[in-house]
Each structure stands twice: as C-alpha cells, then as structure tokens.
C-alpha cells in the first residue's frame, strides 16, 4: 500500500479544508486508515481514525470540527475539517492501521489519540502541510 496525502494549504482562523489520502497500487477498502498531525517540536498526534466498515472515531481536538469519510470507488479517504484554529497548523499524514505488519480493518481500542502512531500504523505517505493563520 502507498498513500499520498494532498490537500494542505494556508487559510485563516475559523476556515476550512478538506484533505485526501489516496492508496496507490493496492485497495483501501477494508482497511481501518488513520489522521495524524506533527506540529514542529512536537510528536506525531493521532486526530482521527475510520475503520475498515466505516465507523469514525476522533481525538478530542477534533470532535465536532473534522469529520472522516471514505470514497470506496476513488479509492480514498477524507479528512474534512471546518472551524480551524491555529493550534491545528501541522504537517498532516495519513496512515493504515497495521497489527503486528498487517493491514487491519480495525481502529485502535485504546482511542486514536492514545495510540502509538510508529507501532500501530503504516504505509505513510508524504504529508501535506496545515497552516492556520490568525
């Protein structure tokens, strides 16, 4: 699986934009595919997670501004994210949710934000840049 994540840019406080990761070569379909973010200085941070059957789940700085979606005939996953805020400018990835090397439909138990993004995901693509201007 190779994804490629797209869809950054700058936009002011309260803007919105819409991110997508696109699989190349192989299927997303059944694949639980999670959001992440890395601020500068800071460690990669889990936003948001779909599973492989569709259900969404978010870290709390996301719930009620972001919502995941999945476009199984593109191929693709959506992060659509309104009402940002400076604190959200980062450089966004996307990943699929491996347990021990293998792609899963399922989303960490423990909740996306307390999930280990190096251990529990993989396949990163190159991340698109957030930039939140106040």
């Known amino acids: 699986v190779q994804l490629q994540a797209s869809g950054g840019g700058l936009v002011q406080t309260g803007g919105s934009l819409r991110l997508s990761c696109e699989a190349s070569?192989?299927?997303?379909?059944?694949?639980?595919v999670g959001w992440f973010r890395q601020a500068p200085g800071k460690k990669r941070e889990g936003v948001s997670c779909?599973?492989?059957?569709?259900?969404?789940y978010y870290a709390e700085s996301a719930e009620g501004r972001f919502t995941i979606s999945r476009d199984h005939a593109k191929n693709t996953v959506y992060l659509q994210m309104n009402s940002l805020k400076s604190e959200d400018t980062a450089v966004y990835y996307c990943g699929v949710r491996n347990v021990f090397g293998a792609p899963t439909m399922y989303c960490p138990m423990n909740g996306i934000s307390r999930t280990s993004p190096e251990s529990d995901f993989g396949f990163w693509g190159q991340g698109t840049q957030v930039t939140v201007s106040s």
């Open positions: 779909v599973s492989g059957d569709g259900r969404a």
């Open positions: 070569v192989s299927r997303l379909d059944n694949y639980a």
